[in-house]
């Protein structure tokens, strides 16, 4: 979609802080906030963020707001990622009216939807964004400055943050913006690094096969670390702080993370053995065929590989024997009473839950639900 030079910064971090990075924030102030709190974020801390901070979730605006506020410090670094490159309407001028008026009706959020609105201006009427593209400059010069100065990825002697990836084959200045902020699945690629390549932009559980974990996955081999924890994205979804105690620290037996979600916590009463078999239904592959409709769960078989689950019906895009639906799993967690679980549905059944990032159901009794 950009396909330009980037802009990579080296900024000189002081040895000695704690470094934050996370990624995927997609509009979704209160997981920030959340995570900020729980990892006791302060001034004497260095922030990353790793792109993907606007677009998806309800508050772009919000968010980058108080993104800008924080990077008044002078410890916070934001950098770009394909849902963040809002700047470039500018430049596309009346070629982008058609993309935009597309996207603006499709997603019905994001920063320029929000921005409309806030002039007054219902988003879903307009016809030609070019005709109010200097409305929009003037009344937002500040956060286009801001978007303006940051980088696709910013670069230390031991690690590249990066919103998706790179191709190690040519220096970091020679991959193009969209090959740094657009690279979907970078871990499956196989490419090995000789600096630890920290990314966001595809959700970590879609790496996984039967089993959902939302978790960073620090891959020593290739030296990759993905840190999207399906954010906004994913009914189960967390953000994810990667952390390493100094910016010089390579060593990946000191690297730790934190995570946020808003979910209930409960504990567990009785022990669950794992099931022996599950299936993990998925974003770009969540066609299914129903097969017996009902008001709380649906049966269904996964088109692609004939699995069949009981599905949450809500999770069902639509009405129709053959749907896509929200990513799911059958998976039963293995579990131990005194376990703390996150609640994430609760149905007749039992619950959907979370423990240690991993989704699953348990079927036993709560304390504290
Ligand atoms: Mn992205």
Same mark, same amino acid.
């Given at each position: 979609? +950009?396909?330009?030079?980037?802009?990579?910064?080296?900024?000189?971090?002081?040895?000695?802080?704690?470094?934050?990075?996370?990624?995927?924030? #997609?509009?979704?102030?209160?997981?920030?906030?959340?995570?900020?709190?729980?990892?006791?974020?302060?001034?004497?801390?260095?922030?990353?963020?790793?792109?993907?901070?606007?677009?998806?979730?309800?508050?772009?605006?919000?968010?980058? #707001?108080?993104?800008?506020?924080?990077?008044?410090?002078?410890?916070?670094?934001?950098?770009?990622?394909?849902?963040?490159?809002? !700047?470039?309407?500018?430049?596309?001028?009346?070629?982008?009216?058609?993309?935009?008026?597309?996207?603006?009706?499709?997603?019905?959020?994001?920063?320029? +939807?929000?921005?409309?609105? !806030?002039?007054?201006?219902?988003?879903?009427?307009?016809?030609?964004?070019?005709?109010?593209?200097?409305?929009?400059?003037?009344?937002?010069?500040?956060?286009?400055?801001?978007?303006?100065?940051?980088? #696709?990825?910013?670069?230390?002697?031991? +690690?590249?943050?990066?919103?998706?990836?790179?191709?190690?084959?040519?220096?970091?200045?020679?991959?193009?913006?969209?090959?740094?902020?657009?690279?979907?699945? +970078?871990?499956?690629?196989?490419?090995?690094?000789?600096?630890?390549?920290?990314?966001?932009?595809?959700?970590?559980?879609?790496?996984?096969?039967?089993?959902?974990?939302?978790?960073?996955?620090?891959?020593?081999? #290739?030296?990759?670390?993905?840190?999207?924890?399906?954010?906004?994205?994913?009914?189960?979804?967390?953000?994810?702080?990667?952390?390493?105690?100094?910016?010089?620290?390579?060593?990946?037996?000191?690297?730790?993370?934190?995570?946020?979600?808003?979910?209930?916590?409960?504990?567990?009463?009785?022990? !669950?053995?794992?099931?022996?078999?599950?299936?993990?239904?998925?974003?770009?592959?969540?066609?299914?065929?129903?097969?017996?409709?009902?008001?709380?769960?649906?049966?269904?078989?996964?088109?692609?590989?004939?699995?069949?689950?009981?599905?949450?019906?809500?999770?069902?895009? !639509?009405?129709?024997?053959?749907?896509?639906?929200?990513?799911?799993?059958?998976?039963?967690?293995?579990?131990?009473?005194?376990?703390?679980?996150?609640?994430?549905?609760?149905?007749?059944?039992?619950?959907?839950?979370?423990?240690?990032?991993?989704?699953?159901?348990?079927?036993?009794?709560?304390?504290?639900?």
């Amino acid at each position: 979609m +950009f396909g330009e030079a980037p802009r990579i910064s080296r900024p000189d971090f002081p040895a000695g802080k704690r470094v934050l990075v996370i990624s995927d924030i #997609h509009g979704n102030l209160p997981y920030l906030k959340g995570l900020l709190e729980k990892t006791g974020f302060c001034r004497d801390d260095i922030l990353i963020l790793d792109g993907d901070f606007l677009e998806k979730g309800p508050d772009s605006i919000g968010t980058l #707001h108080y993104i800008m506020e924080l990077s008044r410090e002078g410890n916070v670094y934001p950098i770009l990622g394909n849902c963040d490159e809002w !700047q470039l309407v500018f430049r596309w001028g009346k070629d982008g009216d058609k993309h935009m008026m597309h996207y603006l009706r499709k997603r019905r959020y994001g920063l320029i +939807f929000e921005m409309l609105q !806030q002039l007054g201006i219902n988003p879903l009427t307009v016809e030609n964004l070019s005709d109010h593209l200097p409305l929009l400059d003037r009344t937002y010069s500040a956060e286009w400055d801001f978007l303006r100065s940051l980088p #696709h990825a910013i670069e230390t002697d031991d +690690f590249v943050f990066v919103h998706a990836g790179m191709d190690g084959s040519k220096p970091l200045e020679e991959n193009t913006s969209d090959e740094l902020t657009a690279r979907d699945a +970078f871990l499956r690629e196989g490419q090995t690094f000789q600096k630890w390549v920290v990314t966001g932009h595809w959700p970590v559980v879609l790496y996984g096969e039967n089993i959902v974990c939302a978790n960073p996955i620090i891959d020593r081999e #290739h030296r990759i670390i993905c840190l999207d924890g399906g954010c906004v994205l994913k009914d189960d979804g967390q953000l994810n702080a990667f952390i390493l105690p100094d910016i010089r620290c390579t060593d990946a037996s000191s690297f730790s993370f934190m995570s946020y979600d808003p979910f209930p916590e409960a504990e567990v009463l009785e022990h !669950q053995d794992e099931s022996a078999h599950s299936y993990y239904i998925r974003w770009g592959d969540s066609d299914v065929q129903v097969l017996q409709r009902g008001t709380e769960f649906s049966r269904c078989r996964h088109v692609r590989t004939g699995y069949e689950m009981d599905i949450l019906t809500k999770y069902l895009f !639509q009405d129709s024997p053959v749907t896509g639906c929200n990513d799911c799993t059958d998976y039963i967690l293995p579990l131990e009473p005194g376990d703390r679980i996150s609640i994430v549905e609760k149905t007749s059944r039992g619950v959907l839950a979370k423990h240690n990032g991993t989704s699953g159901w348990y079927f036993g009794r709560l304390k504290g639900a």
